[in-house]
């Protein structure tokens, strides 16, 4: 066998691996790294989102009284999870981070709210504009609102 056609045998071989790993269901190689590329973004995706949780979970416990509001942004293809917490409520607050989402052209389609001694909230959304939005610029404006949100209720 010639050293090209082994080169050759041995780059299917590692490409036949990696479509096994990834799942992929490709037949062409460059295909094949394509799928691979976007399962490499979604692993990238869950290690934030691990992290996040685990960061959160640290601070549950490490009893520290912080009550101001956590952000979590998750990306949902062409839509987003938010997640939102505190130890306290105040007026407003909820009213603000749904402002927030409408400034940035995202409809909720789905909202679970508790707002009685502490807040909380997980709204599902899409996309209203044709281009997508960061999950960084939405966690930004949704904890600019809560300031924002805050800085009124001291006012008072």
């Known amino acids: 066998m010639s050293r090209e056609r082994k080169k050759a ?40 989102r691990l992290n996040q949780e685990i960061a959160r979970e640290e601070d549950t416990h490490s009893h520290k009284q912080n009550s101001f509001p956590t952000v979590s942004v998750e990306a949902l293809g062409h839509g987003f999870l938010v997640n939102v917490s505190s130890d306290k409520s105040y007026p407003g607050l909820l009213v603000a981070v749904l402002e927030a989402f409408e400034e940035l052209g995202l409809t909720v389609l789905q909202a679970t709210a508790s ?29 600019q609102a809560i300031t924002n949100c805050g800085a009124e209720q001291g006012d008072q």
Do not use: W
């Open 9 to 48: 045998a041995a780059l299917q071989e590692k490409m036949q691996i990696l479509r096994s790993i990834t799942h992929s269901h490709a037949l062409s190689n460059p295909s094949i790294v394509m799928d691979a590329s976007e399962y490499i973004k979604g692993l990238k995706q869950k290690i934030a």
């Open 115 to 143: 707002c009685a001694d502490t807040f909380r909230l997980e709204a599902v959304g899409g996309e209203n504009q044709a281009g997508s939005v960061d999950e960084d610029v939405i966690r930004r404006a949704v904890q």
